[in-house]
């Protein structure tokens, strides 16, 4: 019978086609997510030692002494990230609605869109010295609100391009519903299109907030860095970034410890804010919607 | 109440294709009227032109005049206003995925400036009883999203949101080509009903639909208007031989 071994023998194959298939997947899933899971694992490992009460309420010690925190830097880095968020999505925003839905194909539109390109590809210590020549040298002093600028900036092309390509993807009839209700286009776009694709404009917005509240480069020359608490906007401000990068390079080994720490909690504060503000935005959603 | 349509020398182009060329038609108040014809006929153009829908395409452009009601849309009023007084109903349904399916209905009079809430609950209720949904989403108005309902209720929240800003004309593009033949026969129930306060102007690529809903049936072909008269007249005894082979399936 020819015919049935023919057919077992391709029934084999198909089995050891899906096997190695699905071996690969796995494999390149494992090669993907083991990184992440490694730093992970190692940063809890070195840094969680050093994560106690005073290291979220108090200042550095001075060098050589034990003890003391890193208070001042995770406020810093509130302060320069709110600052950055408050400049970068709003306008990232903006951009990308203007992209997608009013200039669209248009001059303007592609002089825009090849600037934000441009401007991600800028390297953050050039952002760095930009804002210190623009901000830091005409003020004579190094400052929060520098540093949350030259994040700002950092954040406009990721939420400008994301933000775009998610009003493009909105479906053309749901705009049509808007506009044959006689719905003013303005409206429209803010309250239907933006809307629709708000889950991943939020997405494209915490990407672009991640990835600069990592940023070192650029608050080198910007916020500076502090030993002391600080609150104000219009003063050298501590970063989690940058104190790291302080303490790391330093030859002390409790402040070795607190770098540590710091990386931790850096990540752990990022992990969290994408959580927190996933979780607010998801509330209110319908069963069913999209 | 409805309000007649008058239209004169109507000519409408995509960019450099001449879509429409001078229609001439009156369509009567209170009254379902079908417009009929083989695809890309410039049907669903015209309809656009109603409400001025044609022109949200960029390379769009249109000549002529449309009065409703004795107002020159392309004249008289803004784009904006003429699209609450004629409402419109898509060949796909699309209500708007992230909203409830109370907010869909409120919607054309929310995103106005609309706020009295009392007056809005009303509003939302009469236009659900009217396109024959109510029944059925009255326990959930407000938890389940617009999306998660079935293609043919879907469609008829469509309708309850054109409804809800009370307009004069209701225009409907193959509002039943996707649905199925139950919920088709659900929203040509609904016409029957509607045409007493609305003046229902729908296309239909389905000829028994126009015969069984509409009283006026407008044949197109070819961006012509190439006769106009009672359903009745057209489907028994048309005047136009081109006519006659599109209903008796000689072509298209």
């Not at chain 2, 006929?41 to 949200?56: A, I, W």
Request: hydrophobic share 45%; with cysteine.
């Amino acid at each position: 019978m020819a015919r049935t071994n023919e057919f077992a023998l391709r029934n084999r194959m198909r089995w050891f086609g899906d096997h190695a298939a699905s071996f690969l997947c796995v494999t390149a899933t494992v090669l993907v997510v083991a990184p992440l899971v490694a730093i992970f694992v190692y940063l809890i490992f070195k840094g969680a030692s050093s994560l106690n009460i005073a290291f979220f309420l108090h200042k550095p010690a001075p060098m050589g002494e034990t003890g003391g925190g890193m208070a001042n830097a995770i406020i810093g880095s509130g302060l320069v990230l709110g600052v950055g968020s408050l400049l970068g999505v709003p306008i990232g925003i903006g951009g990308g609605i203007y992209l997608a839905e009013f200039g669209r194909g248009g001059k303007l539109a592609n002089i825009v869109r090849f600037t934000a390109d441009v401007l991600n590809g800028v390297p953050s210590i050039v952002m760095g010295i930009a804002i210190y020549s623009l901000i830091v040298v005409p003020q004579k002093h190094f400052s929060a609100f520098a540093g949350g600028v030259a994040l700002g900036i950092m954040m406009i092309p990721t939420v400008t391009r994301t933000t775009e390509e998610m009003l493009l993807m909105v479906p053309h009839n749901i705009r049509e519903a808007a506009l044959g209700l006689g719905v003013p286009n303005w409206r429209s776009v803010l309250s239907i299109t933006l809307k629709t694709a708000s889950p991943g404009v939020i997405t494209g917005c915490m990407l672009a907030f991640a990835r600069v509240a990592g940023e070192t480069a650029p608050l080198l020359f910007t916020a500076l860095g502090n030993d002391f608490m600080s609150y104000r906007l219009d003063e050298p401000i501590a970063t989690l970034p940058q104190q790291i990068f302080v303490y790391a390079m330093s030859p002390d080994d409790e402040w070795h410890r607190l770098a540590w720490g710091g990386a931790l909690v850096l990540i752990l504060l990022i992990v969290i804010a994408v959580s927190l503000v996933r979780y607010v935005t998801s509330r209110g959603v319908l069963k069913g919607a999209s | 109440m409805g309000v007649s349509i008058e239209v004169k020398d109507l000519n409408a182009w995509y960019g450099t294709t001449h879509t429409l060329q001078d229609i001439n038609l009156n369509i009567p108040a209170n009254h379902a009227t079908a417009l009929i014809g083989p695809s890309g006929c410039g049907k669903s153009t015209f309809v656009r032109c109603l409400n001025r829908m044609h022109e949200t395409n960029p390379v769009a452009r249109v000549t002529g005049s449309v009065q409703i009601g004795g107002l020159d849309i392309y004249e008289d009023a803004s784009p904006v206003e003429i699209r609450r007084r004629v409402g419109m109903v898509f060949q796909r349904p699309n209500p708007f995925p992230t909203m409830s399916i109370y907010d869909n209905v409120a919607s054309g009079l929310k995103l106005n400036g609309y706020r009295n809430r009392h007056e809005l609950d009303e509003i939302v209720e009469r236009s659900l009883k009217h396109s024959a949904l109510w029944d059925e989403v009255k326990d959930e108005l407000k938890k389940k999203s617009g999306a998660s309902l079935s293609g043919g209720q879907q469609q008829r929240l469509c309708i309850a949101r054109a409804l809800a800003v009370d307009p004069e004309v209701l225009l409907m593009d193959e509002p039943a080509s996707a649905l199925d033949p139950v919920s088709t026969a659900k929203i040509e129930d609904l016409i029957f009903q509607l045409k007493s306060q609305y003046t229902i102007v729908i296309v239909t690529h389905n000829m028994q639909q126009a015969a069984r809903v509409a009283e006026n049936t407008g044949f197109f072909l070819m961006g012509k208007m190439i006769e106009f008269d009672s359903t009745h007249k057209i489907f028994t005894n048309p005047s136009d031989k081109r006519t006659e082979d599109y209903i008796t399936g000689r072509f298209g």
